[in-house]
């Protein structure tokens, strides 16, 4: 059973840790997504976190309900740093494009985090920003609701799920990352075009194209699509099936 977390005035440190430094909620994230990047999810575990901080790791149960909880609370937090690097400009189509840009920019800065945090919902107040920012964009171009909905659901997913694919990437070795990126040309563009026409004819566009993120190809394919039910007069219709893919 998890334990309650102490309220913000009382779990306070009276004294600094033995590394001289006062433990807060802000504290333990940097020093979670330090460690993350050093030796990936395995490697965040209370104990490694008590030890980078100089506490005792039961100290951390003070600002974290258990470990769960600061994984939501990292995913909060690559979310209000894309968040504090973007700027509305009251343009529906550049704000959309810039804050995708921004959540993706956010999340690969953490691969590791990415990984670990990309499917999560965190119900944190920064996610809970973003995604009133999304809304509010697609509302304020002129959506009717229904299609604000189906469109941000979409955007948000479609971000964190390339984030996620793209981290993983990043999350390799540098070694294993190369081997894969060099498959293109080493193995791809090798098939006969008798028994693979098109790979063959398009090898070497493959080769350029493949190692590197498709995501703002798409974040574009979306932007057209909203674009394109901003320019129709009649809403979505209510009988239109949904798609059935669960959420994130």
């Known amino acids: 059973m998890a334990k309650p977390v ?18 807060s909620e802000t504290l333990i994230v940097h020093t979670a997504l330090r460690l993350l990047r050093e030796h990936g999810g395995a490697g965040l575990t209370a104990r490694r976190l008590g030890l980078a901080l100089g506490a005792d790791p039961s100290t951390l149960y003070r600002y974290f309900a258990g470990m769960d909880d600061l994984t939501r609370a990292i995913g909060d ?36 985090a990415a990984v670990l945090t990309a499917s999560r919902v965190t119900g944190r107040p920064r996610e809970i920003a973003v995604d009133e920012a999304i809304l509010g964009i697609l509302r304020g171009a002129g ?32 070694e294993t990352r190369a081997a894969d990126e060099d498959m293109w040309g080493t193995t791809y563009a090798r ?26 190809g798409a974040l574009e394919m979306l932007l057209d699509h909203t674009a394109a039910r901003l320019s129709r007069s009649e809403p979505v219709s209510r009988s239109e099936p949904a798609d059935g893919f669960p959420t994130r």
């Open 6 to 23: 102490v309220r913000e005035g009382a779990r306070r440190r009276r004294r600094p840790t033995r590394q001289g430094t006062v433990l």
């Open 191 to 216: 098939l006969p075009a008798t028994s693979h026409p098109h790979i063959a004819a398009t090898a070497r566009l493959l080769s350029a194209r493949m190692p590197h993120s498709a995501y703002p």
């Open 77 to 112: 937090e690559l979310m209000g740093r894309a968040l504090e690097s973007w700027t509305a400009t009251g343009h529906w189509r550049t704000d959309l494009r810039a804050l995708g840009l921004a959540i993706h920019s956010a999340y690969l800065a953490h691969p590791q």
């Open 143 to 174: 959506l009717p609701d229904d299609d604000a909905v189906r469109i941000y659901h979409t955007f948000i997913d479609q971000s964190l799920a390339f984030a996620a694919l793209d981290a993983g990437a990043l999350a390799l070795t540098a």
